[in-house]
């Protein structure tokens, strides 16, 4: 069965304490992985993709790599801005097309 | 300014009583999706379409329907709400199907009681 996993479900850092996300999948034909940003209140908002593996994208302090099985979100140095929940979704091939998973995501907290 | 309006932004209703949550998007994207977002289960998708007059089910359509009579509108219409349908509601849109992010409205929060 198709499946995206996020771990962990919860994240607590200081400030400058740097730290990963992780978005494990199981999908055959995968057309693309995408990260978004949610805040309370709103819709996800898009981030990064990465079409395959060794792929890397950087925007600010994060940087999103995709590997055959996975795809990693780290934060260097995070701000209190930084605070919400991270969503990963897959598209991949299915029967008579294509369809996105999403991710249960991660709620981050960055403590000042 | 490119965006994705859904409304209302908060809804209580009572059960079995019609609704329609309208969608519009300004950007002529082709792609249209529907998702809920419950706790612990992340979004799950109700309907799309991938142009007018093309609907298609997703993972969870059983008692929504929808339609695309015009490429900017798609409005999800619940015709006899039930308390297991109490969930937060997304819009979003794309300009094609495949490798395209999504774009979001910012969302309904519908209470059935």
């Known amino acids: 069965e198709d499946q995206v996993t996020q771990s962990p479900e919860a994240l607590r850092l200081q400030e400058g304490e740097s730290s990963s996300l992780n978005c494990s999948y199981t999908v055959s034909g995968l057309r693309g992985l995408f990260w978004y940003r949610q805040d309370p209140g709103k819709g996800p908002e898009f981030l990064f993709t990465?079409?395959?593996a060794g792929e890397e994208k950087e925007k600010e302090r994060l940087k999103a790599t995709l590997t055959k099985k996975e795809s990693f979100l780290h934060i260097t140095a995070p701000k209190p801005e930084d605070s919400a929940t991270y969503l990963c979704a897959v598209q991949a091939r299915d029967t008579g097309g294509f369809k996105t998973i999403f991710g249960a995501g991660t709620r981050l907290f960055v403590k000042a | 300014e490119a965006q994705v309006t859904q409304n209302p932004r908060y809804l209580i209703t009572v059960t079995g009583k019609k609704l329609t949550v309208t969608c519009s998007q300004n950007?002529?994207?082709?792609?249209m999706s529907w998702y809920r977002q419950d706790p612990g289960l992340g979004l799950r998708q109700i309907y799309y379409?991938?142009?007018?007059?093309?609907?298609d089910k997703g993972d969870v359509p059983e008692g929504y329907k929808v339609s695309r009579k015009e490429k900017r509108n798609f409005p999800l219409i619940l015709e006899s709400p039930s308390p297991n349908q109490t969930s937060l509601y997304f819009c979003?849109?794309?300009?094609?199907?495949?490798?395209?992010?999504?774009?979001f409205g910012n969302g309904t929060r519908l209470t059935v009681t």
């Open positions: 979003a849109s794309s300009p094609r199907v495949l490798g395209s992010p999504l774009h």
């Open positions: 990465l079409y395959s």
């Open positions: 950007m002529n994207h082709e792609y």
């Open positions: 379409s991938m142009n007018v007059e093309a609907t």
